[in-house]
């Protein structure tokens, strides 16, 4: 592995061109200073022991020190928006929720952060630097306010033991949208006829709280032709027929599947790991992650970790193919951070190409870079004895993608804040609710905050 500290990054005249950008930092040595970062826990150990490495190769080439607590995923999206809400924060947290940087940089309450973004924007995805390309709704335009440094898909994730004891092989999946799903739900009954009672097909996530559950809806909506629900000039499109098909089709077939007991029935209340948790006690024959949480987390028992399954998106019910919705973690600075210098310093050293990927390897390939070149460059990342990773990397990086809705839009943030499809979900899955008339009215509540974000046309 790489290790870069300034001794290591002199070692050698190779090596010693890359010392001078990584052992040069943004701030002087003269003026080091100390910058609070917070930080979200990992699934496995690994990703906290990388990002803790990767500050102490900063602190040492740049004099400065970088203050991080790492707080689990739940409690530090509370945290966040009770420090912003309150004005008391940090010089550094990543957007979680995903979304808060649409809505922190519509209200300006997130510092601009072009200029750190500048030194790697030729290698980023197109995707990756429209998820930071946030409106302001104070200065009536776009600009960069978060740092990109992961991207990440939806992948389904499938216990092949459990699909070969049911009678069928990995090769019996349809290539196809509902058919694919619903291969599970025959799964699920051969498994039933056999005695085991407490396994479920499907893995849905139909909470209305949590980031999961909203990236499921998107999948859905994406799969069944909705993908233009919002497009890049920010505006709303549930007028178009295609689009209202499509999004009613998202609330039907996953709330169908939960009432005809395919889904497990705690899953209307699943926070964004009890999936994984479920998934892991094989509860459930197959799961929808946006990442190797799933695979990372028990990546110390080598047999379970074989068994399971990871592949990319069905086909459209059409034989299209899907493009996955490539989110990306990001570095955020806001205002009223005492330190900016030294956070935006951290940040440039953060993304350079060899110093993330060092993070990402240490942290067992649980998140994609979102910048492809260095998969590309690096053979560690097509791996063939790591097939888990490989999917990824195909699926995440190198299958059509189109960026959150809440890129082109802070409302879909809101949306997503608000979980008005996944409302929509429990008015059909325990309110009896027929899903046209829950559609008509998460619609109309779309449309209504749709109207408070006017984002003006350059």
């Given at each position: 592995?790489?290790?870069?500290?300034?001794?290591?990054?002199?070692?050698?005249?190779?090596?010693?061109?890359?010392?001078?950008?990584?052992?040069?930092?943004?701030?002087?040595?003269?003026?080091?200073?100390?910058?609070?970062?917070?930080w979200t826990q990992g699934s496995a150990e690994e990703e906290d022991i990388a990002f803790k490495k990767i500050v102490a190769n900063y602190e040492r080439a740049s004099g400065n020190t970088i203050n991080y607590t790492i707080v689990p995923y739940a409690p530090l999206r509370q945290k966040i928006v009770s420090a912003v809400t309150s004005g008391a924060v940090p010089d550094l947290f990543q957007n979680n929720p995903a979304e808060i940087i649409a809505l922190y940089a519509w209200q300006d309450k997130l510092v601009d952060v072009s200029d750190v973004v500048e030194t790697q924007k030729k290698e980023y995805t197109e995707t990756a630097l429209l998820t930071v390309r946030c409106y302001n709704n104070v200065e009536k335009k776009r600009s960069f306010y978060g740092v990109p440094y992961t991207v990440g898909a939806s992948m389904n994730h499938i216990w092949r033991p459990l699909v070969e004891r049911s009678g069928y092989q990995m090769s019996d999946l349809p290539k196809t949208w509902d058919a694919f799903y619903d291969f599970f739900k025959e799964v699920q009954k051969k498994l039933r006829a056999q005695g085991m009672r407490q396994v479920y097909g499907l893995g849905f996530q139909l909470a209305t709280i949590g980031g999961d559950s909203n990236a499921r809806f998107n999948d859905f909506v994406i799969a069944y032709g909705g993908q233009d629900i919002v497009t890049k000039d920010g505006k709303l499109h549930l007028t178009d027929p295609k689009v209202r098909k499509a999004a009613l089709?998202?609330?039907?077939?996953?709330?169908?599947?939960?009432?005809?007991?395919?889904?497990?029935?705690?899953?209307?209340?699943?926070?964004?790991?009890?999936?994984?948790?479920?998934?892991?006690?094989?509860?459930?024959?197959?799961?929808?992650?946006?990442?190797?949480?799933?695979?990372?987390?028990?990546?110390?028992?080598?047999?379970?970790?074989?068994?399971?399954?990871?592949?990319?998106?069905?086909?459209?019910?059409?034989?299209?193919?899907?493009?996955?919705?490539?989110?990306?973690?990001?570095?955020?600075?806001?205002?009223?951070?005492?330190?900016?210098?030294?956070?935006?310093?951290?940040?440039?050293?953060?993304?350079?190409?060899?110093?993330?990927?060092?993070?990402?390897?240490?942290?067992?390939?649980?998140?994609?870079?979102?910048?492809?070149?260095?998969?590309?460059?690096?053979?560690?990342?097509?791996?063939?004895?790591?097939?888990?990773?490989?999917?990824y990397v195909r699926q995440g990086l190198f299958s059509p993608a189109v960026p959150t809705f809440w890129t082109s839009n802070p409302a879909y943030a809101q949306v997503q804040n608000e979980h008005v499809w996944q409302t929509a979900w429990a008015e059909i899955m325990i309110g009896g609710v027929t899903p046209e008339a829950a559609a008509e009215k998460a619609f109309k509540r779309v449309e209504s905050i749709f109207a408070k974000y006017p984002i003006a046309q350059a």
């Open positions: 592995m790489i290790n870069l500290t300034r001794r290591s990054l002199l070692r050698g005249p190779v090596v010693a061109a890359a010392a001078t950008t990584l052992a040069r930092p943004y701030v002087a040595n003269a003026a080091a200073k100390t910058a609070t970062a917070w089709e998202a609330l039907t077939y996953p709330t169908t599947a939960y009432k005809a007991g395919f889904v497990p029935p705690g899953a209307i209340s699943w926070n964004d790991f009890d999936d994984n948790n479920a998934f892991h006690a094989k509860q459930i024959v197959m799961d929808i992650e946006g990442s190797l949480s799933t695979e990372v987390a028990i990546i110390k028992n080598q047999q379970d970790y074989n068994d399971i399954v990871v592949m990319g998106l069905p086909l459209s019910n059409e034989g299209k193919p899907v493009p996955a919705q490539q989110g990306s973690l990001c570095g955020l600075i806001p205002k009223g951070a005492e330190n900016v210098a030294v956070a935006k310093d951290f940040l440039q050293y953060f993304i350079q190409p060899q110093v993330l990927n060092e993070l990402l390897k240490t942290g067992l390939g649980r998140n994609l870079p979102a910048m492809p070149a260095i998969v590309k460059r690096d053979p560690w990342w097509f791996d063939p004895k790591e097939p888990h990773r490989v999917a």
